[in-house]
């Protein structure tokens, strides 16, 4: 299947049925932008959990009506978040959100041994764009939360994008794995990452999806730059997912999409015990709703 636009995950959204949606630290005007369309359009039933008076005065700002949603007082944020996190564990909701928190709060509750949301996989960002410059939907990971993945943790990364990549209907995913260059280079290690990668799915080691690398990012979205270089690969210039080197090449790629490139975004975190809405405070509401539609898309 090929996703041009992220609408699309709207439509698989709305065939999942309504989920409901726990928001940490709630008094963010985008936030319930996103919150309230995302209610309207039937997606979800939301939670919002921070303080009162702050949530209503955002609600009121993005004309959000509060009667039928239920509020939890809290106005620590730190606490906000454990709470969030706990009626998820509880079976209260199917999807978490982060709102006007700073990520490391939030992802400290996520993975407390005890009280958190893990599962024994690596939890992993995944930015799904639509480019205007790209003939489908390109997922870039890792953007935001393995600084300096190793060889392990990049097999981790990999496995969580093929899984969503399947339950959002790409049923083989081509993985493009970037590197500065596309040869070998043993003085770089994401090349040597990149190779071992590609031979990992060759021998069946990894799973439903073509993975190729090293790739540089021009060769991997671009079929012309991969015929000027003789690239022979059934990934260069149709990339479904760009498995990025580390957190600082991925959020400066991300950014550049996002801030330069007008592309739309749609973002979770995979590996926990629901989706994790967790987008950047800059962002704006329709990145924060597609980011929704995604987790719904995503949801069990």
Do not use: W
């Not at 919002?48 to 239920?70: Q, T, Y």
């Amino acid at each position: 299947m090929i996703l041009t636009s992220l609408g699309q995950l709207t439509n698989m959204a709305t065939a999942k049925g309504c989920k409901n949606l726990v928001v940490a630290v709630a008094q963010d005007e985008e936030v319930l932008l996103a919150v309230n369309k995302a209610r309207e359009e039937g997606l979800i039933f939301p939670v919002l959990i921070g303080n009162r008076r702050e949530i209503e005065k955002a609600a009121d700002h993005s004309h959000m009506n509060l009667s039928d949603v239920e509020i939890i007082e809290e106005d620590n944020p730190g606490a906000a978040c454990v709470l969030a996190v706990k009626l998820i564990r509880e079976g209260h909701g199917d999807i978490l959100m982060k709102g006007l928190v700073n990520t490391g709060q939030l992802v400290k509750a996520i993975l407390d041994k005890q009280n958190g949301l893990l599962t024994g996989a690596l939890l992993s960002h995944l930015a799904f764009f639509e480019s205007p410059y790209y003939h489908k939907i390109l997922c870039i990971t890792d953007a935001a939360l393995n600084i300096a993945p190793d060889f392990a943790e990049k097999v981790s990364i990999v496995n969580n994008a093929i899984e969503a990549c399947h339950k959002i209907g790409i049923s083989s995913p081509k993985i493009a794995v970037l590197a500065p260059v596309e040869t070998v280079n043993p003085k770089m290690e994401a090349t040597i990452h990149a190779a071992m990668l590609t031979q990992m799915q060759r021998r069946n080691q990894i799973e439903g999806c073509i993975i190729d690398g090293p790739l540089a990012l021009d060769n991997a979205v671009s079929s012309d730059a991969a015929r000027h270089k003789n690239l022979v690969s059934d990934v260069a210039g149709d990339a479904d997912v760009l498995l990025v080197p580390d957190l600082n090449a991925g959020n400066i790629l991300y950014k550049s999409l996002s801030f330069l490139g007008g592309a739309a975004c749609a973002a979770v975190v995979a590996g926990a015990l629901v989706p994790i809405v967790l987008t950047s405070r800059a962002d704006k509401d329709k990145s924060k709703f597609l980011s929704i539609t995604l987790a719904v898309s995503l949801a069990q």
